[in-house]
């Protein structure tokens, strides 16, 4: 139910931008996450966006990942600039189906997850 897109092979310092499309959920109501796994790492809380558009934000992206939502378009976006090679992972999208809930960092809590989008940093 989520589909996650814009990786792609990006040089130290530069930009992209990921979507994560939604579609079959109001976006009002839920929280969405993004995560990321590197090779050999375990999983890990990038950001997250409430339901009401409460932002919050992993100690290792904050100032430079920007998360933000589009209710009406059932988009969820997440700008990342000044990448470095440490961001480098599979990027995922994920929703926690319970109504109303504030962002966790916790994987389990989220039930829906999109299939992932390959963000590699060059240096």
């Known amino acids: 139910q989520l589909q996650a897109s814009g990786g792609g092979l990006v040089q130290t310092g530069g930009s992209l931008r990921l979507s994560c499309d939604a579609s079959?959920?109001?976006?009002?109501?839920?929280?969405v996450n993004w995560f990321r796994q590197a090779p050999g790492k375990e999983r890990e809380f990038v950001s997250g966006i409430s339901w009401s558009g409460i932002t919050v934000y992993g100690d290792s992206v904050k100032g430079r990942f920007t998360i933000s939502k589009d209710n009406a378009e059932r988009m969820v976006y997440l700008q990342m600039n000044s990448l470095k090679p440490e961001d480098t992972a599979v990027y995922y999208c994920?929703?926690?189906?319970?109504?109303?809930?504030?962002?966790?960092?916790?994987?389990?809590?989220?039930?829906?997850w999109g299939q992932g989008t390959q963000v590699t940093v060059s240096s």
């Open positions: 079959g959920r109001t976006l009002g109501l839920y929280a």
């Open positions: 994920a929703l926690n189906n319970r109504r109303f809930s504030s962002v966790t960092t916790i994987a389990d809590d989220y039930d829906f």
